[in-house]
């Protein structure tokens, strides 16, 4: 028996949104529920940026230090930091991630050396990474990797940001969502269902290395 020999399944947003309604018992009447639903979507994709399972998003940087400066701002996609070395040529030295009270509680916060603790700021726009010492010379660097944001739905004709094997658990959570506003009387059987697709793909997830091995790499000067 012949097979298709093709392995490039997807969903558009638009599809994506028909199934959403189809489980939730009814259909896509109007132009606004589309772009409630694309909200939705976004604010799904909001909800796992919470939960920090997007690991896909993995990414890697290299940020070159300037002597007397303390703070660098993360890619502009960036969501946080999850590790960060000092790099002299081809020696890595790991460093330290404080917290907020931790960092003003450091003497001397302009004294310069070599860097061995740093301090994450998750801003609105941005992220800012602050180190301690602050870098006495030019030729070293920060190596690190953060997770990205998932982008947005984007036009309808788009597909989401999202590997396959999250394509069940996406259905269902915007059927989830969507449903507390068309179809409430069945937002706690498809809250269940969605907790449910949504472990499989994270138990998947942690069973396979191969989004987590193969970051992006940024390098900014």
């Not at 404080?98 to 509680?105: L, P, T, V, W």
Request: proline share 4%; charged share 20%; hydrophobic share 30%.
């Amino acid at each position: 028996m012949a097979t298709s020999g093709t392995t490039t399944f997807d969903l558009s947003i638009d599809k994506l949104v028909e199934r959403a309604y189809a489980r939730c018992g009814t259909n896509l009447r109007t132009g606004y529920e589309l772009s409630a639903a694309r909200d939705n979507l976004n604010l799904l994709f909001s909800e796992w940026g919470n939960r920090g399972i997007h690991l896909w998003k993995v990414k890697n940087h290299t940020q070159n230090l300037t002597a007397g400066t303390t703070t660098y701002t993360a890619p502009s996609d960036a969501s946080d930091v999850l590790e960060l070395v000092f790099r002299n040529g081809s020696t890595d030295t790991s460093m330290t991630k404080i917290s907020r009270s931790e960092y003003e509680n450091l003497p001397n916060k302009t004294s310069q050396g070599t860097p061995s603790q740093y301090y994450v700021r998750r801003n609105l726009s941005n992220v800012n990474i602050t180190l301690y010492q602050t870098p006495n010379t030019t030729d070293t660097q920060i190596n690190y990797y953060y997770v990205g944001r998932i982008e947005d739905a984007g036009n309808y004709t788009n597909t989401a940001d999202a590997p396959y094997r999250f394509l069940p658990c996406l259905v269902s959570g915007l059927a989830y969502y969507t449903s507390q506003e068309v179809a409430p009387e069945r937002s706690q059987e498809l809250e269940r269902r969605y907790e449910a697709e949504l472990q499989r793909a994270l138990t998947e997830d942690s069973q396979s290395t191969s989004v987590h091995i193969v970051p992006r790499d940024f390098y900014s000067g």
